[in-house]
C-alpha cells in the first residue's frame, strides 16, 4: 500500500493553486484543503457583520466563534451557510490579504489547518503552507505565473461567475496583492528552500498537473 504524504501547494494570487489543487486530490485520492477560501470566510463574516478590518480582536472573537467547514464537493459553509459564492466577490477579495495578515488570526487558523494535516493524505494550497502550516511536507510545489497572465485569469473566472471584472484593474490589484503578501510580518509569501518551482505562464492545467503528479510519486 502506498505512503499517503502531505503536499503542500503555494504561490501569489492567481498562480493557479486553488484548480491545480483540487485536480491533484481528486487523481491521488487525497482532501485538498483551500487555506484562501478558510481567510476568505473570515473576511466575509468581517464584512457582514459591519466590523472593522483594523479592530483585530473583533475579528478573532467572530473566527473562535465560526466553524469554516469545506466539503469534498469544494463548497464553503460557516456556521451551516454555504458562502461559497459570497467569499469570491470583489470585496472580499480586495479585503482578504488586510485580514489574513493579522497575527492572531493566522495563528488560529494555521491550528486548525494543522490538524487537518495530522492524518496525511491531503493536499492543501495557500501562501505559507509549506514555509509555515506544513513545513514537514513531503512534497512543496511553489507556482509562479506573470502578473499580466493571472490577471487575465481571474478575469475569465470573474466573467464565468457573473463578477464585474477590469483586466486593467485586476493587474494592478493582483501586484499590490504580491506586495502585501510577501511584506507582512507574520508568515510572509515565501517560496521554502526546499519547494519546487513551477512557472505557469505557459502551461495548461494539465500540464501542470502532470508534472505535480509525477513529483508526488517519486515519494509516495
Known amino acids: 500500500m502506498k505512503n499517503k504524504i502531505a503536499i503542500a501547494i503555494d504561490g501569489p ?11 491533484v486530490a481528486e487523481q491521488m485520492g487525497y482532501i485538498y484543503v483551500d487555506t484562501g477560501a478558510m481567510y476568505r470566510a473570515i473576511t466575509y463574516v468581517t464584512i457582514k457583520n459591519n466590523i472593522s478590518p483594523d479592530n483585530s480582536s473583533a475579528i478573532l472573537n467572530e473566527l473562535k466563534k465560526s466553524d469554516i467547514t469545506l466539503t469534498k464537493e469544494f463548497d464553503v459553509f460557516i456556521n451551516g451557510e454555504n458562502v461559497t459564492d459570497e467569499i469570491r466577490s470583489n470585496e472580499v477579495t480586495q479585503l482578504v490579504s488586510k485580514i489574513a495578515s493579522i497575527p492572531e488570526v493566522r495563528k488560529e487558523m494555521v491550528q486548525r489547518q494543522q490538524q487537518l494535516v495530522r492524518n496525511r493524505g491531503i493536499v492543501m494550497d495557500g501562501r505559507d503552507i ?28 470573474n466573467k464565468n461567475k457573473g463578477i464585474p471584472s477590469d483586466v486593467e484593474k485586476l493587474k494592478i490589484e493582483i501586484a499590490q496583492r504580491d506586495k502585501q503578501d510577501m511584506e507582512r510580518v507574520t508568515s510572509p509569501l515565501k517560496k521554502a528552500e526546499d519547494a519546487i518551482e513551477i512557472d505557469t505562464t505557459q502551461l495548461s492545467i494539465k500540464d501542470v498537473v502532470n508534472q505535480i503528479i509525477k513529483i508526488v510519486e517519486q515519494e509516495v
Open 130 to 157: 509549506g514555509t509555515h502550516v506544513i513545513p514537514d511536507a513531503e512534497v512543496k510545489i511553489f507556482l509562479i505565473a506573470s502578473v499580466d497572465e493571472r490577471a487575465i485569469r481571474r478575469h475569465s473566472e
Open 13 to 23: 494570487a492567481a498562480a493557479g493553486k486553488s484548480t491545480v489543487a483540487k485536480l
